[in-house]
C-alpha cells in the first residue's frame, strides 16, 4: 500500500511538472505573439502547451496525462481575458459569474479525475484501445486526436468567453440569466451523475448489474449531457454580452456533436461487449437527454 501511494504520488508529480512546464513554454510564447490578436495569442500557447503535454505523454508512455487539460485551460483562458479587456465597458457582474461558474466546473472536475486516475500505469480505455489498433502509428495518433483534437474542441467552446469577459459591452441581460440557469444546472447534473456511478462502483465492483438509478435512470450518459450542456450555457454569456458574437456557437455544436457521435457511440458498444444486461438497459433508456423510459 506504501509503495502504490509513492508510485501515486511520483505519477501526479510528473503529471503536475508538465503543466507547469506547459505554463512556462506558452508564457514564452506570448512574449513574441502578445501584440497579435487575442484569439491569435490564445490559440497559439494554447498549441504550445499542448503540445509540451504530448511530449510528457510520450515520455512517460501515457497519454492520460492529458485528460485535465480539459478542464484546467478555461481557466487560464478566463484569467487572460480578465487581465487583458479588449473593451472598456466590460459588465463587472458578469465577470464574476461566468470566472466563478468556470471555476467551480472546473474544480470539479479536475477533481473528478484525480480520483479515478490510478498513476502511470492506468490508462483511459478508450487510449489502450487505440494502441493495440495503430501500433507504430500510434503516437502520431494520439497526438492528432487525443491532445489536439480535444484542445481545438476546447477553445472553440471558450470563444464566446471572449465577449463575455473581454470585448462584450452589454450590461447584464436576460441571456445572462438564461447562461446561470443553464451552466449552473449543468454543474449539478454532471456533478451528481458522477457520485452516482462513483458510489455505485464502489458497492458493485464486481456486479454484472448496470446501474440505472437516479439520473442514470433516465439517460445513459447524464453526466454527457451535464458536460455538453455546460458549453452551451457559456454561449449564452457570449451572446450577451456581444450579439454579433452568434458565430461562437460553433463551440457548443462540435462539443454536442464529439459526445453524440463519438464518446456515447464508443462507451455503448464498450459496454453492450462487458455486460449482457446493458442491451435491455440501452433499449428503455434516452441515450443522452435526460427522459423517462419508453
Given at each position: 500500500?506504501?509503495?502504490?501511494?509513492?508510485?501515486?504520488?511520483?505519477?501526479?508529480?510528473?503529471?503536475?511538472?508538465?503543466y507547469i512546464i506547459a505554463l512556462m513554454m506558452a508564457v514564452a510564447l506570448w512574449y513574441f505573439v502578445k501584440d497579435k490578436t487575442q484569439i491569435f495569442i490564445i490559440?497559439?500557447?494554447?498549441?504550445?502547451?499542448?503540445?509540451?503535454?504530448?511530449?510528457?505523454?510520450?515520455?512517460?508512455?501515457?497519454?492520460?496525462?492529458?485528460?485535465?487539460?480539459w478542464s484546467v485551460t478555461p481557466v487560464f483562458i478566463v484569467g487572460y481575458l480578465i487581465l487583458n479587456p479588449v473593451s472598456e465597458k466590460i459588465d463587472l457582474t458578469r465577470q464574476?459569474?461566468?470566472?466563478?461558474?468556470?471555476?467551480?466546473?472546473?474544480?470539479?472536475?479536475?477533481?473528478?479525475?484525480?480520483?479515478?486516475?490510478?498513476?502511470?500505469?492506468?490508462?483511459?480505455?478508450?487510449?489502450?484501445?487505440?494502441?493495440?489498433?495503430?501500433?507504430?502509428?500510434?503516437?502520431?495518433?494520439?497526438?492528432?486526436?487525443i491532445h489536439l483534437f480535444p484542445t481545438i474542441l476546447v477553445f472553440l467552446g471558450c470563444l464566446s468567453l471572449f465577449p463575455a469577459l473581454s470585448s462584450g459591452n452589454k450590461s447584464i441581460n436576460i441571456l445572462d440569466i438564461v447562461g446561470i440557469i443553464i451552466t449552473l444546472s449543468a454543474i449539478i447534473i454532471e456533478a451528481t451523475s458522477d457520485e452516482?456511478?462513483?458510489r455505485f462502483h464502489k458497492k458493485n465492483k464486481n456486479s454484472n448489474q448496470v446501474f440505472n438509478k437516479g439520473l442514470w435512470?433516465?439517460?445513459?450518459?447524464?453526466?454527457?449531457?451535464?458536460?455538453?450542456?455546460f458549453w452551451w450555457g457559456l454561449f449564452f454569456f457570449g451572446l450577451a454580452a456581444?450579439?454579433?458574437?452568434?458565430?461562437?456557437?460553433?463551440?457548443?455544436?462540435?462539443?454536442?456533436f464529439l459526445f453524440l457521435f463519438i464518446s456515447i457511440p464508443m462507451m455503448d458498444k464498450k459496454m453492450l461487449k462487458e455486460n449482457s444486461n446493458y442491451s435491455e438497459y440501452k433499449?428503455?433508456?434516452?441515450?443522452f437527454i435526460p427522459w423517462f423510459h419508453k
Open positions: 500500500m506504501e509503495e502504490q501511494s509513492k508510485n501515486l504520488g511520483r505519477a501526479f508529480f510528473i503529471c503536475l511538472l508538465a490559440a497559439s500557447t494554447d498549441f504550445m502547451a499542448t503540445v509540451v503535454v504530448f511530449i510528457f505523454s510520450v515520455i512517460f508512455k501515457n497519454s492520460s496525462i492529458y485528460d485535465p487539460y464574476i459569474i461566468v470566472t466563478t461558474l468556470v471555476s467551480i466546473w472546473a474544480i470539479r472536475l479536475t477533481y473528478n479525475w484525480i480520483r479515478q486516475w490510478k498513476g502511470l500505469n492506468h490508462e483511459d480505455w478508450r487510449y489502450e484501445d487505440l494502441k493495440v489498433k495503430c501500433g507504430k502509428m500510434y503516437w502520431p495518433v494520439s497526438f492528432l486526436g452516482q456511478l462513483r435512470s433516465l439517460s445513459r450518459h447524464p453526466n454527457y449531457f451535464g458536460e455538453v450542456s456581444k450579439p454579433e458574437y452568434w458565430w461562437t456557437v460553433i463551440g457548443p455544436i462540435s462539443i454536442t433499449r428503455k433508456t434516452s441515450a
